[in-house]
């Protein structure tokens, strides 16, 4: 469980029930065996789950990402995909089937960043809990947070602190964008938490690929992480334990990162402008990564920009797809891209 945090930030995450204010001890966990893979094309039951208040894909955009995807598995993994052709389902009657005490738990890890009336001093405590528990070097998290913190007092409480208000400054951006509607993006319904999406699996989800156009963004009392903090808590995708997905995990996509050239995107993108036909390619392309945890159960090889389970810096996709380079990042070439290595605990 200690390797959680570092993952954390990224795509992957385990599905966990009670981790903040269990009345019970949580039951034992188990791990979702490596998948055995057919002879043949893998099916993959593709849904698009759409928020109606935010901007989506058309049918054309979908096809062409899926095309992306596929082609990238291909390339990366040597796995043929075969995918349904997608279901659009509304994301609220998605998110209907979680069942309550799931509901509960995830709304529990979430912390209250939209009313205003969060405790402060607990969502402090639990980024310096979690910082010191994580088994990462301080060092390490202390100078990857600089840049953007500028130096921060001594002790593991002014760090947890710290960290803890850089993400609520920066959820707040996320927060502040515009739905079609005029409305906020983020409003009051749970779609933005990712807690709730790692409870997702635990619903009714007949699906290895949830497409979504939601915003996924948010503040959570467990599993504090630098990488998660600097995005304003943004995760743009994330595989996760399923109760009916074929191989046992359901991998995420969020396409709304790529859909527009506002300022705030472009900046994140380390000045990246897309069009729509690149945007469903980028995303294809990204989106296979997910395919890589959801089959292969890789981790990440930080520094190997050559791989495809490499993550991506901030937004800035056509940056990170022009390093990928199968041949120099085959599967089993180091820890982090040996099969079996992450294990789904649920
Ligand atoms: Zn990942």
């Known amino acids: 469980m200690n390797a959680l945090p570092s993952i954390r930030g990224c795509l992957v995450a385990l599905a966990m029930a009670c981790l903040a204010g269990c009345a019970s001890p949580p039951p034992a966990m188990q791990v979702v065996p490596l998948p055995v893979l057919p002879q043949g094309p893998v099916d993959m039951r593709v849904a698009y789950a759409v928020n109606p208040r935010l901007p989506r894909m058309d049918a054309a955009q979908l096809q062409l990402l899926l095309a992306s995807m596929g082609e990238a598995v291909r390339q990366n993994f040597g796995i043929e995909l075969r995918f349904s052709p997608v279901t659009e389902v509304p994301i609220a009657s998605l998110f209907a089937t979680i069942p309550a005490r799931r509901r509960d738990d995830a709304a529990r890890d979430s912390y209250d960043f939209k009313s205003g ?27 990857f947070a600089l840049p953007h913190t ?26 502040s964008r515009q739905a079609l509607d005029g ?9 933005n938490e990712f807690p709730m999406w790692l409870a997702l699996g635990f619903g009714d989800v007949p699906y290895e690929l949830v497409l979504t156009n939601q915003l996924i963004a948010g503040v959570e009392l467990t599993w504090p992480a630098v990488h998660t903090a600097v995005r304003g808590g943004y995760s743009n995708g994330i595989t996760t334990y399923s109760r009916l997905a074929r191989y046992g995990t359901v991998s995420v996509w969020s396409t709304y990162a790529f859909g527009s050239n506002d300022a705030q995107l472009v900046q994140l993108r380390g000045g990246e402008s897309y069009t729509p036909h690149e945007a469903a390619r980028l995303a294809g392309l990204s989106g296979a990564h997910e395919i890589g945890h959801q089959l292969l159960h890789l981790l990440h090889p930080y520094g190997q920009a050559a791989c495809l389970m490499h993550p991506v ?18 599967v089993g070439s180091s820890p982090a891209m040996t099969p079996g290595v992450y294990k789904f605990e649920y």
């Open 313 to 330: 810096e901030m937004l800035a996709y056509r940056d990170w797809a022009s390093k990928l380079s199968p041949r120099d990042c085959p």
């Open 183 to 191: 409305g906020p993006a983020i409003d009051n319904t749970p779609f």
């Open 117 to 143: 009336r969060g405790d402060r001093a607990r969502l402090d405590k639990a980024f310096t809990e979690g910082f010191r528990s994580s088994g990462e070097s301080m060092e390490a998290m202390r100078a």
């Open 150 to 175: 500028g130096p921060i007092a001594p002790g593991d409480t002014a760090f947890g602190a710290r960290i803890a208000a850089l993400q609520l400054e920066r959820v707040a951006l996320w927060s």
